[in-house]
């Protein structure tokens, strides 16, 4: 059976196996944990198992602290005279099995005659330790199923962990959720990426639901998940973008500088009709893709590398002469092409004002599609799920989830304090910073 933490001497750390995250770990912590181990393996004793050295251990510590809690809430240690003077008194212990990240452990909970000792290490009719929720919440997270998690964990510690436990401990974090998803937001933003994916859910029938994403970069220049909302069958539409768009007013957005979205008809003026002064970016990068739904596979390059001369002219103007080229060449062959960008031009061209820096901020919706490639990661497993409530847990854990090492979809933005200075001269007050 394998541990979930893993101790490296030389380096004075811990990892943690499910995670990957480095955990400092003190000095006098290392020197122990070498004494314990080279006394266990003279004596040939295993490290891990039913019988081995950190079961054990694990079995002892908690046991300790379940005196000491008594002791403590008696007031007078073992065998102590004292003791015979009071009115509450041991009274033996009870065989309790719990389940903890490295198996099944039987420990003694001591009594008191007086029925009033409340273990906090082990807390009455408790028999998870903390540590295995978090575990089981982690798998979760990285889009392993139920099932999958049940299977994990019975061969890991070596007991059967059953599919209604693992559902049980995912489902406490539906209270979070609900208070996140309602949570106060900023007054103003100065720049907010919408975007939808796909799952499948079962609702009666597996049916096809598009998850309403929005992503907002504050004043202090931090990315941040500001809701996640499933909308019904049929797409992505407008008027559901509305009813999402609305309730961040509701949650306290007054106001936002730019929204960056994709193409979908009737998103502008939904966008708007919430926030009036709100510049619109319709996404470069689903602009050129889609450019290529109506082109001949073997002109995709010439396309792309003609259209990346335009949006990355170094004004309006230069835009205008160069795509106005690309138009005279290519409106014979895919006119629909053409007039998917002159339709789209008035939401395209925003960006163009600003310097290379702000340009690569709001030119496409790639920071939100990479959150979007998270999610299709921990929901392409399942196939699809059983209920919305379900799909939105695994969503909701996907957010938070902090992988080591990478870059997250959340987080601060590279050299941010440059991209404010042009903001606030740009949009003046609207950002409200004295």
């Not at 061969?155 to 962990?161: A, K, R």
Request: aromatic share 6%.
């Amino acid at each position: 059976m394998s541990t979930e933490l893993k101790t490296t001497t030389e380096q004075s750390e811990t990892v943690d196996l499910r995670t990957g995250e480095v955990l400092p770990a003190p000095p006098n912590i290392i020197a122990v944990a070498e004494q314990l181990v080279a006394a266990a393996r003279g004596q040939g004793i295993e490290l891990t198992g039913p019988n081995g050295l950190l079961t054990g251990l694990t079995r002892q510590v908690l046991q300790s602290a379940l005196e000491a809690e008594l002791t403590e809430h008696l007031g007078y240690d073992p065998g102590d005279r004292v003791g015979k003077q009071t009115p509450n008194s041991r009274n033996g212990s009870t065989p309790k099995t719990v389940r903890t990240e490295i198996g099944d452990l039987t420990i003694q909970v001591p009594r008191d005659r007086a029925g009033t000792f409340a273990p906090v290490v082990v807390p009455k009719h408790q028999r998870r330790i903390a540590g295995f929720d978090e575990a089981v919440i982690s798998l979760y997270a990285k889009g392993m199923t139920t099932g999958d998690i049940a299977k994990h964990l019975s061969d890991l510690y070596g007991s059967d962990v059953s599919r209604d436990l693992v559902s049980t401990v995912t489902d406490k974090v539906l209270g979070d959720m609900q208070e996140w998803q309602a949570r106060p937001l900023d007054v103003v933003y100065p720049v907010v990426l919408i975007d939808t994916l796909v799952i499948k859910v079962r609702d009666g029938q597996v049916a096809n639901r598009p998850v309403y994403v929005a992503v907002g970069i504050d004043l202090e220049g931090h990315r941040d998940v500001l809701g996640l909302w499933m909308g019904p069958t049929g797409g992505e539409g407008a008027k559901q973008w509305m009813n999402m768009l609305t309730e961040l007013r509701n949650r306290g957005v007054a106001d936002v500088c730019i929204v960056c979205c994709d193409g979908l008809k009737g998103l502008p003026d939904a966008i708007t009709a919430i926030w009036p002064l709100a510049t619109v970016q319709q996404c470069v990068v689903h602009l050129v893709r889609n450019s290529l739904r109506y082109a001949s596979k073997k002109y995709w390059s010439k396309i792309t590398g003609q259209l990346r001369e335009v949006y990355t002219a170094p004004t309006v103007a230069a835009a205008e002469a160069r795509f106005a080229e690309f138009a005279e060449q290519w409106r014979s062959l895919y006119p629909a092409m053409i007039q998917m960008w002159e339709s789209a031009w008035g939401e395209f061209v925003p960006f163009l004002k600003f310097p290379p820096e702000i340009r690569r901020l709001i030119y496409t919706t790639n920071g939100i599609e990479s959150l979007n490639a998270r999610f299709r990661q921990a929901t392409r497993r399942r196939g699809h799920f059983p209920n919305e409530q379900a799909a939105m847990k695994v969503l909701y854990l996907t957010v938070l989830e902090r992988r080591p090492n990478r870059t997250n979809p959340t987080g601060q933005i590279a050299g941010w304090k440059a991209i404010l200075n042009t903001l606030s001269i740009t949009y003046g007050d609207r950002l409200g910073i004295n």
